[in-house]
């Protein structure tokens, strides 16, 4: 082997175990809409009772490959974080992030987790029952709606499977974004709400908004 070539192959190798720096956090999930189309998305939902009968979370399969190297939950975690750099595994080694849902910070990514905004069970019991496997996984890894945010490993846990009339946000500065984002999922994926879900969500409008 020349020089030359060894040359090359050790700066290619040396590239490939340098940490990356991720491109610049798009500060968390996209954009909800406003509080006016929220409310017509709302209008435009089916109002009906949950049935959340032979729910599995299998049926949604998750996380998935997004980019070479990078599943789903990693992509979430760069994209959340700021200042984040990854391994060429796409693991976060540096970074801060903050918990939306509860002011939690933290540097260590390993103590939080991806929430999906409507849970899986929610989904579900809404609807998502009909649907096929292929559209669970992509419901269960859409990063295109407001879905998925790195919060938390206790607030993602105190919310668990419950809708709005069960649980918000402590922190409630975060609420009318949630509630937004909550509308937004549902309009766009087809999903009911039940009579308790609505009434809570038109009130946090009202009173968040």
Not at 144 to 151: D, K
Request: glycine share 6%.
């Amino acid at each position: 082997m020349s020089l030359l070539t060894r040359v090359v192959a050790a700066s290619v190798l040396a590239l490939a175990a340098a940490p990356v720096a991720a491109t610049a956090a798009s500060a968390l999930p996209p954009p909800a809409p406003s509080v006016s189309d929220s409310r017509d998305q709302l209008a435009d939902l089916t109002v009906g009772a949950e049935d959340n009968a032979g729910y599995d979370r299998s049926l949604f399969t998750h996380w998935i490959t997004i980019t070479t190297g990078c599943d789903t939950r990693e992509t979430v975690i760069k994209r959340d974080g700021s200042g984040v750099v990854v391994d060429s595994a796409c693991k976060a080694t540096k970074g801060s992030w903050t918990s939306v849902y509860d002011g939690v910070t933290t540097t260590d990514p390993s103590t939080f987790d991806i929430d999906h905004v409507v849970p899986l069970a929610e989904a579900w019991g809404s609807g998502a029952s009909g649907w096929t496997s292929t559209e669970r996984k992509e419901f269960a890894n859409d990063l295109t709606r407001p879905q998925l945010i790195a919060v938390s490993a206790s607030s993602n846990r105190s919310k668990g499977d419950q809708d709005p009339a069960e649980w918000q946000p402590t922190s409630a500065g975060w609420r009318c974004e949630y509630v937004r984002e909550w509308i937004n999922v549902k309009y766009y994926w087809d999903l009911e709400v039940d009579s308790a879900e609505k009434a809570a969500v038109e009130d946090m409008l009202d009173t968040d908004c």
